[in-house]
């Protein structure tokens, strides 16, 4: 998908400020606790998540996430099909106070060419 100019200037300057996890290290988080949130819309959700995902839609994200994820401490893995989304999600849930929201590098996507 081709997106505009200062759109995809926007989600790589978000990209930048947080800490991408490379796909290959998700399990081994979950497992350790942290959060999978899918960001995606619902249909999208509905098609296909990483099994006990939460699902926030980033159109919803600030005025939901608090009560989904109360914790600002959590381990929080933003995703969405591939890195623009969970990038600018896991950047808005820095600047909420998040301390450690990250996003899946190459999203969805990435996790499931892993199988």
């Keep these: ?9 926007l989600a790589d300057t978000a ?3 947080v800490e991408e996890v490379p796909p290959e290290q998700v399990d081994a988080l979950l497992a350790a ?7 995606r819309d619902k249909e999208e959700h509905d098609a296909d998540h990483i099994e006990g995902s939460l699902h926030v839609s980033r159109g919803k994200l600030e005025m939901n996430v608090e009560g ?5 401490n959590a381990t929080i893995l933003c995703y969405c099909n ?4 969970g990038a600018l999600s896991a950047d808005t849930l ?4 998040y301390k450690n929201a990250k996003f899946i590098a ?3 996507k990435a996790y499931r060419a892993l199988a």
């Design 15 to 17: 990209r930048s400020r």
């Design 82 to 85: 591939a890195y623009n989304r």
């Design 1 to 9: 998908m081709a997106y505009s100019e200062k759109f995809q200037k």
């Design 106 to 108: 190459g999203g969805l």
């Design 68 to 72: 989904a994820i109360p914790d600002l």
């Design 94 to 97: 820095r600047s909420m106070g």
């Design 33 to 39: 606790g942290a959060i999978a949130l899918d960001i």
